[in-house]
């Protein structure tokens, strides 16, 4: 005990959380046709592992905030990484498929890492210094999805599905050893009860500026959920190009996510939050604005597609981390709850704008749809921006 840290974590410590809790989620995708041969079970019972998994971790992000209000952040996420190498295991030992499926859902308690990294920046800094930090630390929230179905197709075909779970274990223990060492309390407040904590509750459900900040978040992620809903299709029926090149193609988001995200890291400072939020959701738009007169004038090609979706990218790198600091600063004491709220907000609303662009894209004018779809998401992410920069002039003045 006497080991255990007592002094806020380095920023390495919140990026290794951020990108396992990434990782959790795509670096096994490639290995999902070989679980369901080895479990003989249809493709679309193994999917359930992505699909519960994402479930999950909207409701674990309800619970994991307020608790570490309550309890701290250091024994919240000490329990949810240890839950993560348990079910870890789970899945690397399971014989059945509806064991693995049971211990793959129990893996989701790793979002901790994501939800408490945001809660413990917010605890330690000031509102454009929680943004310019989250910034830097959502540079691996792009770098994991590039590198984990990568890392994870070779594991699969040097030793086996198997051995992603492996390393999966393997990356939680020292997850969970380097908390134990690095991770103080950050957390100096907590509420004293949970009736305490409850009664704080409507002033932050009852605040315009945290739905404000909240809605800008999904929004602005559900674009990039929609793109990914519906890109594949576009890929073989109208780009005709193969997986591989695809997986080229898709990466071009991410990539501008990281760039977009380490402009944020270096200039959050300087700007108010609604400046680097607007300045982001702008920069989407126009890109998606440029990408459909392109495709409407009849140029379509990966051009007009792929380097209209880069600014989205882009400008949710922009503004992602403004919006979350925004979201956290409304209530302080509460800063736990507002990372789980809009976290468990953004992954519902991704959710339901995926199902919409898989319900009405057409083999004619997917092209057309899904960069529609974007934009709409992208600008209800602008009009959720400006709302807060409303409420804020109405305020000083």
């Known amino acids: 005990m006497r080991y255990a840290a ?41 999917s359930l592992a992505v699909a519960g998994y994402l479930g999950i971790t909207a409701v674990l992000q309800l619970i994991f905030g307020p608790l570490s209000d309550r309890l701290g952040r250091r024994p919240v996420l000490l329990v949810a990484i240890l839950m993560f190498v348990v079910a870890s295991l789970g899945c690397l030992l399971a014989t059945n498929i509806w064991i693995f499926l049971s211990f793959r859902v129990m893996q989701g308690a790793i979002i901790c890492g994501w939800v ?32 984990g179905p990568i890392l994870g197709g070779v594991l699969d075909e040097l030793f086996g599905w198997r051995s992603s779970f492996l390393f999966y274990l ?30 704080a509750y409507p002033e932050l459900f009852q605040s315009r500026r945290f739905w404000g900040y909240a809605l800008c978040v999904m929004f602005s992620t559900g674009a990039f959920y929609t793109f990914l809903a519906g890109v594949p299709m576009i890929a073989e029926t109208i780009l005709k190009i193969g997986p591989s090149t695809l997986g080229f ?6 990539a501008g996510f990281f760039v977009g995200s380490f402009l944020s890291g270096r200039y959050s400072k ?93 083999e004619n004018y ?30 000083i003045s």
């Open 249 to 254: 193609y898709m990466g071009s988001i991410t």
């Open 116 to 147: 408490m990294s945001l809660a413990i920046i917010r605890d330690t800094s000031e509102e454009q210094e929680t943004a310019s930090k989250i910034g830097y630390v959502s540079m691996a929230m792009a770098i994991a999805p590039m590198l």
């Open 170 to 199: 393997t990356l939680g223990i020292i997850a969970f050893g380097l908390c134990w060492f690095d991770l103080g309390e950050t957390n100096r407040d907590p509420s004293k009860t949970f009736i305490e904590q409850f009664r």
């Open 6 to 46: 007592i002094s806020p974590p380095s920023l390495f410590t919140l990026v290794v959380l951020t990108g396992l809790s990434v990782l959790s989620l795509n670096m096994f995708l490639p290995s999902l046709s070989n679980i369901a041969k080895e479990f003989q079970v249809d493709y679309s019972v193994v």
């Open 270 to 362: 300087r700007f108010a939050l609604t400046t680097m939020m607007i300045a982001g959701r702008v920069s989407a738009c126009s890109g998606l604005t440029i990408g459909l007169t392109l495709v409407a004038t009849g140029i379509v090609n990966e051009f007009s597609i792929f380097g209209a979706t880069i600014f989205v990218g882009l400008g949710n790198g922009l503004t992602m981390p403004s919006a979350n600091a925004g979201a956290m600063s409304v209530r302080s004491g509460l800063a736990g709850s507002a990372s789980g709220l809009t976290g468990s907000l953004t992954v519902a609303g991704g959710a339901m704008l995926t199902f919409i662009t898989g319900s009405i894209l057409t």
């Open 366 to 395: 997917a092209v057309l749809q899904l960069l529609g779809v974007m934009l709409f998401c992208s600008l209800m992410g602008l009009f959720a921006a400006l709302y807060v920069l409303h409420i804020n002039r109405q305020e």
